[in-house]
């Protein structure tokens, strides 16, 4: 969630800098399991990667809404 955070936050206001502080042992062991909840802890809310930017600009939401409706009840 943190490098998700980052990335909005940058994209937001380039001119912040911005300093993430890992609290565990190694990265990602906030993750319980990458398949439930995508690495981020909210059902694949959060993952940028399954919307990639198209040429034209426009957004492709298929693969992010594919993934989210698996583990909505």
């Known amino acids: 969630m943190s490098a998700t955070l980052g990335t909005v936050l940058h994209e937001l206001e380039p001119t912040w800098k911005i ?4 609290r565990l042992s190694a990265v990602g062991h906030e993750s ?8 981020t802890g909210h059902s694949a809310l ?9 040429p ?9 809404v594919t993934v989210n409706e698996q583990f909505q009840i």
């Open 19 to 22: 300093l993430i502080v890992e």
């Open 32 to 39: 319980s399991n990458a398949w439930n909840n995508a690495g």
């Open 46 to 54: 959060c993952e940028l990667n399954y919307t990639p930017e198209r």
């Open 56 to 64: 034209d600009g426009s957004i492709a939401i298929d693969s992010a």
